[in-house]
């Protein structure tokens, strides 16, 4: 809702004047209470990682922090490999499955390998069909997350992989 105003008043348009909604007990959340076992192999312990010291003073950065600017055309480019078979594909889930696509392939990921994936999303849409008020102030995220072998992702075109990533979301 914030987020919203402060787009309609960038875009000097005019905002609609909503008091929010606070009340947390509309929400319903797994109820009865649901736990899926799945979640525990999302995450790694922070004690099972192998660290290893480096005997450098300095050691490089392990992490490389990269901007990477694409135009439309590049964008309609993806999109358009993703839309093959017919399935009209956003332009994040094409985006997102070519670059589920490039990080299996320049990590040299073996072929064997279970490789996931997850988009934020906003859950707002969702919960307004479900009777939420559109004044209800507070975060509707989610992240899911979709599975594939390595091999299937390098090897099928990227129409399927937006597919696997289009139906989680």
Avoid at 11 to 36: A, G, Q, V, W
Avoid at 42 to 70: D, E, F, W
Avoid at 96 to 105: C, G, T, V
Wanted: some cysteine; hydrophobic content about 35%; proline content about 5%.
């Amino acid at each position: 809702m914030f987020l919203l105003s402060w787009a309609q008043l960038s875009r000097k348009e005019s905002i609609e004047m909503l008091t929010p909604n606070f009340d947390r007990s509309i929400l319903h959340p797994r109820r009865p209470p649901h736990y899926c076992s799945a979640i525990d192999e999302m995450y790694t312990r922070h004690s099972s990682l192998h660290l290893v010291k480096s005997k450098k003073q300095n050691p490089a950065p392990s992490l490389v922090s990269r901007i990477y600017y694409l135009t439309t055309k590049d964008v309609q480019v993806l999109q358009s490999n993703a839309n093959q078979h017919g399935k009209q594909y956003s332009k994040l889930v094409a985006f997102s499955a070519y670059l589920w696509k490039l990080l299996i392939l320049s990590q040299g990921i073996q072929s064997d390998k279970n490789c996931s994936i997850g988009v934020v999303i906003d859950g707002r849409t969702r919960l307004e069909n479900m009777g939420i008020p559109s004044n209800y102030f507070g975060n509707v995220l989610s992240l899911p997350f979709v599975e594939a072998q390595a091999s299937d992702i390098k090897s099928q075109p990227l129409s399927w992989s937006a597919k696997l990533i289009h139906n989680v979301i």
